[in-house]
């Protein structure tokens, strides 16, 4: 039997050294893939920016106020979120889970499910949160001002990104293959990214869809990334900011359950 | 109160729909021992390996490893713990050294003990001067070696291997059997599946034989074969036709038969009882106990 003195070391939840052994485990092996991410997070973006910026550019000048560049130069770091965020984590997990195995390894040592999970988003949500800002800076080689503000962005795509990166490991969680992702990238995340308002105002939009925005945390991140840059409205954004934290909280629980579901039989 | 035990199972059932895993197993592995639990494909092993840390949780029974209750306190437990799975999970995109590191941060080994414990591993498995290599630039036995010293790196107590010889080269597995032999010398637990029968022969002080989810029987290796195969077995070899005639004739004379594929072992020929067949005598073994128990054909 074990003694007393073994039975009070019992471990809690959420502990630190099973996060950060997680976290070890990921920033060792993005020692060995940070090119070819760091690529893809860059060029996508910037290619959106270029496409857009030219395109609509040359039709139109300004929108909702702004020169279209800085529109979709901030408008574009939430795409750079998502993109960093909800697809690593649904491929990443899934590989893991299903052909690595590398939670069945995880999970034999000290680390439960909860802070796997967790864990998996931190990382995911501080990469996001740097990744988001390419667009925004390349957009400054093409006349976007510098402003303080725009030292809070990393954050808004750290919460943001958190939130994505739990979505995207429930949905690895839930689905039975690789192939269901399609329903989710064009059912959800399609829709989600296009009413967002990255690369043209929601002000045309009917009213129930501009509504239907308002619950859209993408657009949340665009709006937050923009008075970020441009100048920030008090109260109304710090709502937007509690919305982000509760999409990361809600998505965070979801994702506990579904990878419960998967890994512990 | 009898020998303190690593781990002690009583009545454990587990199902998965409607198929049942483990069906009532009882399972004692004493401290310092090395047990061997031998099944065909499907008996349950690996499911109980899976209860044992808990990333199975069983419908009913006692489970304890190293005194603790599972599934409750199923993360203590597995701290002292080391784990080395049947299916290959390495980083393999990493090195052998980086695989190491990682799992010395999942096993919370110290900062200042870190260092040291990766090189005791790395020289354990034999992969010193393997240490900057990929993984995925290994052979098959030496990620096998790295999979059991990454098991390695935190001192457990109690060892759990799963299969650890499955799929490799005799050569291979015998530089296995010695790692694993090595562990045993020095006192650490070992709980290892397998269904090679003569790894556990070799490797395990006492052998659980699981069939369907129970264990059919469980002793010493050499207890076992005088229990359930006597002392000595008739080879009778022949055409399939004669093979079959023997059979028939060796159970009306009251003799236990087994089927080999090339050949009919008659059992228990110990006091000249099967004198009036003509075939080769040999001393019973572990895998005539096996076959027995856990029937000639898998379902």
Same mark, same amino acid.
């Given at each position: 039997m074990a003694t007393a003195a073994q039975r009070a070391t019992r471990l809690g939840r959420l502990e630190r050294p099973a996060l950060t052994g997680v976290l070890v485990r990921e920033v060792v092996n993005y020692s060995s893939y940070w090119k070819s991410s760091t690529f893809s997070s860059t060029v996508e973006p910037t290619i959106y920016l270029l496409a857009f910026g030219f395109g609509f550019g040359s039709l139109v000048t300004t929108i909702g106020g702004y020169d279209y560049v800085d529109f979709v130069g901030t408008g574009t770091v939430a795409t750079a979120v998502l993109f960093s965020s909800a697809f690593p984590a649904m491929f990443g997990t899934f590989v893991k889970y299903h052909f690595q195995r590398t939670y069945d390894a995880i999970l034999a040592a000290p680390v439960d499910t909860e802070e796997l999970v967790t864990a998996e988003a931190l990382w995911i949500a501080t990469r996001a949160g740097v990744y988001g800002c390419v667009p925004m800076i390349v957009a400054m080689f093409f006349g976007l001002d510098p402003a303080w503000?725009?030292?809070?962005v990393p954050f808004i795509g750290w919460i943001s990104g958190y939130g994505w990166a739990c979505f995207g490991i429930a949905v690895a969680g839930y689905?039975?293959?690789?192939?269901? @992702?399609n329903y989710i990238v064009s059912a959800v995340l399609t829709p989600l990214f296009l009413l967002?308002?990255?690369? @043209?105002?929601?002000?045309?939009?009917?009213e129930w869809a501009q509504v239907l925005a308002q619950f859209n945390p993408l657009h949340q991140t665009v709006v937050l990334v923009r008075h970020a840059v441009f100048g920030y409205e008090g109260w109304e954004d710090l709502a937007r900011v509690g919305m982000l934290v509760a999409f990361g909280l809600i998505m965070w629980r979801v994702a506990i359950h579904a990878m419960l579901r998967k890994l512990v039989d | 109160m009898g020998q303190e035990l690593a781990i002690r199972l009583r009545q454990v059932v587990k199902t998965y729909g409607p198929i049942t895993?483990?069906?009532g197993l009882d399972l004692d592995v004493p401290m310092g021992t090395c047990v061997g639990l031998l099944g065909?494909?499907?008996?349950g092993k690996s499911t109980t390996m899976r209860l044992l840390t808990a990333q199975s949780i069983a419908d009913e029974g006692e489970l304890e490893v190293l005194g603790f209750r599972l599934p409750e306190e199923s993360k203590v437990a597995r701290a002292q713990c080391g784990v080395a799975p049947q299916l290959d999970n390495l980083?393999?995109?990493?090195?052998v050294e980086q695989n190491l590191l990682v799992f010395s941060h999942l096993y919370r080994i110290p900062r200042a003990e870190r260092r040291e414990a990766i090189e005791r591993s790395l020289k354990m498995a034999r992969l010193v001067d393997r240490?900057?290599?990929?993984?995925?630039?290994?052979s098959g036995g030496m990620r096998r070696r790295l999979l059991i010293a990454r098991a390695l790196v935190h001192r457990p107590r109690l060892i759990l291997l799963d299969?650890?010889?499955?799929?490799?080269d005799p050569q291979v597995r015998q530089e296995l059997w010695a790692l694993i032999d090595a562990l045993r010398s020095e006192g650490t637990t070992i709980l290892m599946s397998t269904h090679y029968i003569e790894e556990a022969e070799r490797l395990a002080d006492t052998v659980l034989i699981m069939s369907h989810g129970k264990a059919v029987a469980t002793g010493r290796p050499s207890e076992l074969v005088l229990e359930h195969a006597g002392r000595d077995v008739l080879e009778v070899y022949g055409p399939p036709s004669r093979l079959q005639e023997v059979e028939v004739e060796a159970e009306s004379a009251g003799l236990r038969t087994r089927r080999t594929g090339t050949s009919i072992s008659i059992l228990g020929v110990d006091s000249g009882n099967g004198a009036s067949f003509d075939g080769e005598r040999r001393p019973a073994n572990l895998e005539d106990v096996f076959v027995l128990l856990t029937g000639e054909e898998i379902g």
């Amino acid at each position: 039997m074990a003694t007393a003195a073994q039975r009070a070391t019992r471990l809690g939840r959420l502990e630190r050294p099973a996060l950060t052994g997680v976290l070890v485990r990921e920033v060792v092996n993005y020692s060995s893939y940070w090119k070819s991410s760091t690529f893809s997070s860059t060029v996508e973006p910037t290619i959106y920016l270029l496409a857009f910026g030219f395109g609509f550019g040359s039709l139109v000048t300004t929108i909702g106020g702004y020169d279209y560049v800085d529109f979709v130069g901030t408008g574009t770091v939430a795409t750079a979120v998502l993109f960093s965020s909800a697809f690593p984590a649904m491929f990443g997990t899934f590989v893991k889970y299903h052909f690595q195995r590398t939670y069945d390894a995880i999970l034999a040592a000290p680390v439960d499910t909860e802070e796997l999970v967790t864990a998996e988003a931190l990382w995911i949500a501080t990469r996001a949160g740097v990744y988001g800002c390419v667009p925004m800076i390349v957009a400054m080689f093409f006349g976007l001002d510098p402003a303080w503000g725009m030292l809070t962005v990393p954050f808004i795509g750290w919460i943001s990104g958190y939130g994505w990166a739990c979505f995207g490991i429930a949905v690895a969680g839930y689905a039975k293959s690789i192939e269901n @992702f399609n329903y989710i990238v064009s059912a959800v995340l399609t829709p989600l990214f296009l009413l967002a308002g990255s690369f @043209f105002p929601l002000d045309n939009f009917p009213e129930w869809a501009q509504v239907l925005a308002q619950f859209n945390p993408l657009h949340q991140t665009v709006v937050l990334v923009r008075h970020a840059v441009f100048g920030y409205e008090g109260w109304e954004d710090l709502a937007r900011v509690g919305m982000l934290v509760a999409f990361g909280l809600i998505m965070w629980r979801v994702a506990i359950h579904a990878m419960l579901r998967k890994l512990v039989d | 109160m009898g020998q303190e035990l690593a781990i002690r199972l009583r009545q454990v059932v587990k199902t998965y729909g409607p198929i049942t895993a483990v069906a009532g197993l009882d399972l004692d592995v004493p401290m310092g021992t090395c047990v061997g639990l031998l099944g065909p494909n499907g008996a349950g092993k690996s499911t109980t390996m899976r209860l044992l840390t808990a990333q199975s949780i069983a419908d009913e029974g006692e489970l304890e490893v190293l005194g603790f209750r599972l599934p409750e306190e199923s993360k203590v437990a597995r701290a002292q713990c080391g784990v080395a799975p049947q299916l290959d999970n390495l980083d393999v995109t990493l090195t052998v050294e980086q695989n190491l590191l990682v799992f010395s941060h999942l096993y919370r080994i110290p900062r200042a003990e870190r260092r040291e414990a990766i090189e005791r591993s790395l020289k354990m498995a034999r992969l010193v001067d393997r240490r900057d290599s990929r993984v995925d630039k290994l052979s098959g036995g030496m990620r096998r070696r790295l999979l059991i010293a990454r098991a390695l790196v935190h001192r457990p107590r109690l060892i759990l291997l799963d299969e650890p010889t499955v799929g490799l080269d005799p050569q291979v597995r015998q530089e296995l059997w010695a790692l694993i032999d090595a562990l045993r010398s020095e006192g650490t637990t070992i709980l290892m599946s397998t269904h090679y029968i003569e790894e556990a022969e070799r490797l395990a002080d006492t052998v659980l034989i699981m069939s369907h989810g129970k264990a059919v029987a469980t002793g010493r290796p050499s207890e076992l074969v005088l229990e359930h195969a006597g002392r000595d077995v008739l080879e009778v070899y022949g055409p399939p036709s004669r093979l079959q005639e023997v059979e028939v004739e060796a159970e009306s004379a009251g003799l236990r038969t087994r089927r080999t594929g090339t050949s009919i072992s008659i059992l228990g020929v110990d006091s000249g009882n099967g004198a009036s067949f003509d075939g080769e005598r040999r001393p019973a073994n572990l895998e005539d106990v096996f076959v027995l128990l856990t029937g000639e054909e898998i379902g």
